[in-house]
């Protein structure tokens, strides 16, 4: 399994191991000498090795993020360090080969943080105590490792193979975790509570939450610029797991932020997953965003099943049935908001009422729940002198919809205006006062408060967008419309002037692959003199996908596959990214140069023409055991997911001598495989098999 390629993140996995080279009994000895039998049978294991070759890869093949002390290159304590990892840690993976006392007591600290989180390793040179003998522990071959085993050929092979069995069995373990209760101290005492990591305060935290705040701004500036896929790629790398829940859901806000519905859900389902069983405010709170995604994507019927299962467990959670009063107006409205005139939309949004006033009612008891919700407020408002509006237009009996519509609408007021102060909120209290001002008639004052919520400079298209669909919702039943047609004029005018962060490209082409080899490689990948029989090759592939105008092409810039693919791009007419690992200078130098002055020139001259994004200006340094290159590869994936309207319009290139080589996140086999899960379309050129 490729964790990576299911999951939103990485999680990061601390490994609790002997160090070194440590000469290994094959059976326990207790307060007894070895006979000269038992003398013969030791061996020396390189245990440093085991990690290197064969724990590190493993993991980074399953999508996890390996970390082991020795890591740590920052001056620190090492022991609140230590223990910082066995609390905040995703996952400890204890190799529990040899009685090693260390690594005992660090299990045995992790066993009691929480009832999961455990992956236990052995090597089968030995009896497991008994404390730890009912714990599922997966084996690995240790005998690999031995110190003085020749490292040949074949020894590479069977390590190779190793990484590969044994990072599917971790990659399992994880998505299995979740069902299991892993700690023999929680399955032995019920209802034993969690540790609470909240209150820690150490070095390592102050530097883990000064790293989430730069994670913030990186995400707050992606969204004002439109970069879902910058979003998207920040959300694979988030710092720390001890702020990793909190990290996420402002990434899914930042995607719905952009229209990025699809992406988001992914990411809160994720994070749901992460959190089930907590019980906690706010593992409801994204359940809720969850079933409102839902009917954003156009499922209101499962909106529907999940917000009433959520607000039968939750009765007094006003957000719940907040949401829950949003999906029953949307069902309303697509009821009638297709019909092309007006006499027949007033007919069908009055025939289907009954569904408003559901909507009403649950808008209402939520707005009762806490006073303070405006927004829950206003929907109920609009809603209720839209209805007498439509029973006058259908010649019926107007009655109020509302009871003490006066005094809700004196609550909304005074709740809205208590929020003009606070930043985040002020936008959405001043659409609030503005929609007020609309059913009242006041046609100035709303379009006072209109104009006041639109000049924020933070304001997402999304945001407008948001508004003016609920302006429309009044004038599409020609409600006042000599106040509505001015707002609508003027959040019309606001939506023009914003970026379309929802803008889709027909198809989208990505290319990643190997540079032009250096003089005298030992193995070749790429030879110089095989570039127009790639070129060919390119060129053919991109005519077949029919790659051209309206289409965007997306790669690095870097000698070789990058460029050769960039300039077939452009001939064909397409629109051209070039996503950059490093800064222009040292990019060029590391990756464009060592092919000459020719390619130099060419890459300057695709720069000049391409929409050119740099990594660490955009998304800053990568996780630790994450090149840039890597980073890169994920970034063109996000670029790709983002921006295609249909998966399956996805058409990937990879320059490639098909040689796996144990890569984890971003490298060229994993680019292949989450190419195949998106959907989309791979074809592998590779260099050595041409002529």
């Known amino acids: 399994m490729n964790a990576q390629g299911a999951s939103s ?50 993991l980074q093949a399953a999508g996890l993020q390996p970390f082991r002390a ?16 066995l609390v905040t840690a995703d996952f400890v993976l204890a190799d529990i080969s040899i009685l090693n006392a260390n690594v005992f007591y660090e299990l045995g600290i992790r066993h009691t943080v929480g009832p999961r989180g455990v992956i236990c390793l052995h090597a089968g040179w030995a009896e497991r105590p008994f404390d730890v003998a009912p714990q599922r522990t997966f084996k690995y071959d240790g005998q690999l490792f031995r110190v003085g085993l020749v490292r040949d050929s074949a020894w590479k092979t069977q ?24 700690s023999p101290l929680y ?51 988030v710092p720390s797991p001890y702020y990793r829940r909190d990290l996420l859901r402002q990434c899914g806000d930042a995607l719905i932020a952009l229209g990025r519905f699809e992406q988001a859900e992914k990411i809160f389902l994720e994070v749901c997953r992460d959190m089930a ?27 529907e099943q999940r917000l009433s299962d959520l607000a039968a467990e939750r009765p007094d959670d006003p957000e719940t049935q907040g949401v829950l009063g949003r999906v029953y107006k949307d069902i309303w409205r697509t009821q009638w908001s297709e019909e092309p005139t007006l006499p027949e939309r007033v007919k069908q949004a009055w025939r289907n009422a009954a569904v408003a006033r559901r909507s009403i009612a649950t808008y209402e008891a939520a707005l009762r729940r806490d006073l303070a919700s405006y927004f829950n407020g206003i929907n109920a408002i609009s809603l209720g002198l839209l209805l007498e509006h439509l029973a006058q237009a259908n010649k019926r009996t107007a009655k ?29 209290a001043r659409a609030t006062l503005g929609e007020l001002e609309l059913g009242l008639g006041h046609a100035a004052l709303a379009l006072d408060h209109y104009e006041q919520a639109t000049a924020d400079p933070e304001l997402s298209w999304f945001n407008v967008r948001s508004m003016l669909d609920q302006v429309q919702l009044f004038q599409q039943l020609a409600y006042q419309p000599e106040s509505v047609e001015p707002v609508v004029a003027l959040l019309e005018e606001r939506l023009a002037e914003l970026p379309h962060p929802s803008a889709r490209f027909t198809k989208i082409a990505i290319c990643s692959g190997h540079m032009i080899d250096v003089r005298d490689r030992a193995t070749p990948r790429f030879p110089e003199g095989k570039v127009e029989a790639v070129r060919a090759k390119i060129a053919e592939q991109l005519a077949r996908w029919e790659i051209g105008q309206g289409d965007l092409a997306v790669s690095g810039g870097a000698c070789g596959a990058d460029i050769l693919f960039a300039e077939e791009c452009l001939k064909r007419g397409a629109d051209l990214r070039l996503l950059l690992a490093q800064e222009v200078d040292d990019f060029v130098k590391d990756s464009v140069r060592r092919a000459g002055n020719d390619w130099v020139e060419r890459f300057h001259a695709l720069r000049e023409l391409a929409e050119v994004g740099i990594q660490p200006v955009r998304l800053g340094r990568p996780p630790n055991d994450l090149s840039i290159y890597a980073r890169t590869n994920l970034w063109i994936i996000s670029t790709a997911r983002v921006e295609a309207a249909d998966p399956a319009q996805i058409h990937a290139l990879l320059v490639w001598d098909e040689k796996p080589r144990g890569d984890g996140p971003g490298g060229t086999s994993d680019f292949q495989k989450q190419v195949c899960q998106l959907g989309g379309v791979l074809e592998i050129i590779n260099p050595t098999k041409l002529s």
């Open 159 to 182: 390590v190779a193979q190793e990484v590969s069995r044994l990072g599917e069995t971790l990659g399992q373990a994880v998505a299995a975790d979740r069902t299991t209760e892993g």
């Open 70 to 85: 020795d890591d740590e290159t920052a001056a620190g304590d090492i022991l609140k360090d230590m223990f910082a990892e």
């Open 277 to 303: 069983g907590t019980g906690s405010v706010w593992e409801l709170r994204i359940q809720t965003q969850l079933a409102l995604l839902a009917n954003r994507l156009g499922r209101p019927h499962e909106a």
């Open 400 to 428: 109020p919809e509302i009871d003490d519509l006066a005094d809700l609408q004196t609550v909304v007021r005074v709740a809205a205006n208590a929020q003009l102060e606070e930043p985040s909120a002020a936008v959405w």
């Open 187 to 237: 399955s032995n005492l019920p209802n034993l509570r969690p540790l609470d990591a909240s209150a820690i305060e150490t070095a390592r935290f102050r530097h883990y939450q000064k790293q989430a705040e730069d994670w913030k701004q990186r995400v707050k500036i992606a969204r004002r610029n439109g970069r879902a896929e910058d979003i998207l790629t920040l959300a694979g790398d």
């Open 9 to 58: 993140f990485r999680r990061r996995v601390f490994v609790v191991m002997p160090f070194g080279k440590k000469e290994v009994p094959k059976k326990p000895r207790v307060n007894a000498q070895p006979t000269l039998e038992q003398a013969e049978e030791r061996l020396e294991v390189d245990f440093n090795a085991v990690y290197r070759l064969l724990f590190a890869p493993a």
